[in-house]
């Protein structure tokens, strides 16, 4: 096997001025934030330092399949041929992404080197950043130059013995300042199961780069080539993967940046509408204190004008009062003490000032009660916004209430009825609100422990509407209370009829004329007229001579009908109660 290599374009090219492409933020540690040292490359493609992952807490996991984890550094075949088998594994966590990643058996160290990771660090470490590198062979001393056949870097005393070795006589020897623009100047790639040898071949059946004595061993029969000569083919296929990865990466810069402006969006959302819900509490609150303070003031307003009517009240009944025992001082005083003569003297004066003090009228109850409350569930406006309470010094006397409606004395079974009550003050005032204790109950004369059910509607006017519908007819008692005291009217008396029965004929003059002229059909009133004709006609036999209703013969109109539908009714007055 002859080692025609092809080597890659821009291997050892040097790069634009400027910092070197693409892996300039790639040299330092996600984890320490330092230089890598030793980096590996995780299942995530994330690189950190073999140190901090070792350092990263491991988790128990359980692997099924042939052999190591994907994470490995060895090729499928090995694994595939492998039996399936269960066994222990322990995983950790990517520093970076969180991604689980489960560790091959050799653990961390077992992991794949991130060799261009290297590379950018010692790139990094020529540009003056962080320790320089140290020779490859003596591991000490300081790297002057870096011989681009063997590509070693060496110290001074190693370059010199590697120049006067025959194998190494003519190799091509740099200095150490004129590789800071070069692309690559990492070590040689060794091979893990032969230190001495690099590896520059690539065994197809394995998926895996090997060195030539590994070709000459386990991997004899399988079909290895230079990996100059297979990159291009290897390479194609991964370009390809990218090629169908870049639309990908294009569609979810695209979504997240729909996200961050849906977020932005929202985020100005929220303001505006945190923005609107200041405005309308400030205006709320503003609103609910000016009502307070109008309800305060209105309560305020009450008192003086109460007080004022209470001291008026009182300060005549005081004057009344007054008068009224001078007089009956002075009459007893006369009576007792005064002579006849003295008393018939100033009987007229007394007379007529006691009879002017009888005829002063004065309440004996105070002008104003103290039957002030509030009513929370009462609706206003306030600056156009919906408040709620109000204040009300009325108090509803159930002797001044009344009932109104025409359902009050009549009803029909199975049909609503329904009336109406009017609360009012001692004054006889509609109340104007509602929110009363209204209790009422329709109960049959001979069936008192079956009350019907009923529903009070309250109009938040000072009006009730009062519903029931009977069962069954009869006599029925309704007891209506407000603060448990019956109001005017009640209880009383309901008379509940039959369920009322429309007419199902026709209201007409005669028999004739609703029907047509047929002579089959018949009247409920047993007129007929000649001819055959089995109906009523006008100024013939059995005619009531007015409009009645041809299915009973009921002469008004708004009448209920008495026809029963029996068997015995013609056929004809259906057929005519039908027309």
């Known amino acids: 096997m002859s080692e025609k290599r092809k080597p890659l374009l821009g291997f050892m090219g040097k790069l634009p001025s400027g910092p070197a492409l693409g892996n ?35 988790f ?44 091959p058996m050799g653990g961390v160290k077992a992991l794949t080197i991130d060799h261009l990771a290297m590379n950018d660090v010692m790139l990094e470490s020529l540009r003056g950043e962080g320790q320089g590198p140290v020779c490859d062979l003596c591991s ?106 870049q639309p990908r990466l294009e569609a979810l810069e695209g979504a997240l940046a729909q996200v961050k402006d849906t ?38 307003d ?5 007080e004022s009517s209470l001291q008026l009240q009182k300060a005549q009944l005081e004057q009344l009062l007054a008068d009224m025992r001078t007089g009956v001082e002075f009459t007893e005083h006369l009576l007792t003490s005064g002579t006849d003569l003295e008393i018939l003297i100033t009987k007229g004066v007394v007379v007529e000032r006691l009879t002017k003090l009888n005829q002063v009228e004065y309440s004996a109850r105070p002008r104003v009660n103290d039957k002030i409350c509030f009513s929370p569930q009462e609706k206003g406006r306030c600056r156009g916004y919906e408040v709620y309470g109000a204040i009300n010094t009325k108090e509803v006397d159930p002797a001044k209430c009344v009932l109104q409606g025409k359902d009050l004395h009549r009803a ?43 529903i009070v509607q309250d109009n938040k006017d000072g009006t009730y509407g009062v519903s029931y519908t009977p069962k069954e007819p009869g006599i029925y008692k309704v007891l209506v209370c407000v603060k448990e005291q019956h109001v005017q009217g ?47 006609g006008h100024g013939h036999k059995g005619h009531p001579g007015r409009p009645h209703w041809s299915c009973c013969g009921k002469f008004s109109e708004k009448s209920e009908c008495t026809w029963t539908g029996g068997q015995s009714a013609a056929r004809s007055v259906l057929r005519t109660v039908a027309l």
């Open 412 to 454: 029909r079974e199975r049909q609503t009825a329904s009336f109406t009550l009017l609360c009012k003050d001692a004054a006889g005032e509609g109340m104007g609100r509602g929110g009363d204790n209204i209790q009422v109950a329709v109960v049959p004369k001979d069936k008192k422990d079956s009350p019907v059910r009923t």
């Open 24 to 58: 300039s933020g790639k040299t330092h540690c996600p984890s320490c934030m330092g230089l890598f040292q030793a980096p590996r490359l995780l299942p995530c493609l994330h690189t950190v330092c073999t140190t901090c992952l070792e350092r990263l807490e491991p």
């Open 263 to 300: 977020k932005s969006a929202l985020q100005q959302r929220v303001q505006a509408v945190a923005a609107d819900i200041r405005t309308f509490s400030e205006g709320y609150i503003k609103a609910v204190e000016e009502h307070r303070d109008a309800l305060l003031k209105q309560l305020d």
């Open 490 to 536: 009640s209880p009383f008396t309901v008379t509940v009829r039959k369920k009322h029965h429309p007419h199902p004929g026709v209201f007409h003059c005669c028999t004739f004329c609703s029907s047509g002229g047929q002579k089959t059909a018949r009247c409920a009133c047993g007129g007929t007229m000649p001819g055959g004709y089995l109906g009523c």
């Open 60 to 103: 128990s996991v359980v692997d099924i399949r042939g052999g190591d984890s994907d994470a490995s550094s060895e090729g499928s075949l090995f694994q595939a041929l492998k039996p399936p088998c269960r066994q222990p594994q322990t995983g950790i966590l990517c520093p970076v992404c969180d991604a689980q990643v489960d560790l």
């Open 302 to 306: 009450i008192r003086l004008q109460q």
């Open 140 to 245: 000490d001393r300081d790297v002057e130059k870096r011989c681009q056949t063997c590509k070693a870097n060496l110290c001074h005393f190693c370059c010199q013995a590697h120049r006067r070795q025959k194998k190494t006589i003519y190799h091509t020897m740099v200095d150490l300042k004129d590789l800071k623009d070069f692309s690559r100047i990492g070590k040689a790639i060794l091979c893990p199961a032969h230190p001495a040898e690099e590896l520059r071949l690539f065994c197809e059946l394995c998926d895996q780069p090997v060195c030539r004595d590994c070709a000459v061993g386990a991997h004899r029969e399988h079909p290895c080539d230079f990996a100059g000569n297979v990159i291009h083919k290897h390479g194609d296929s991964v370009r390809e993967l990218l090629k169908g990865t």
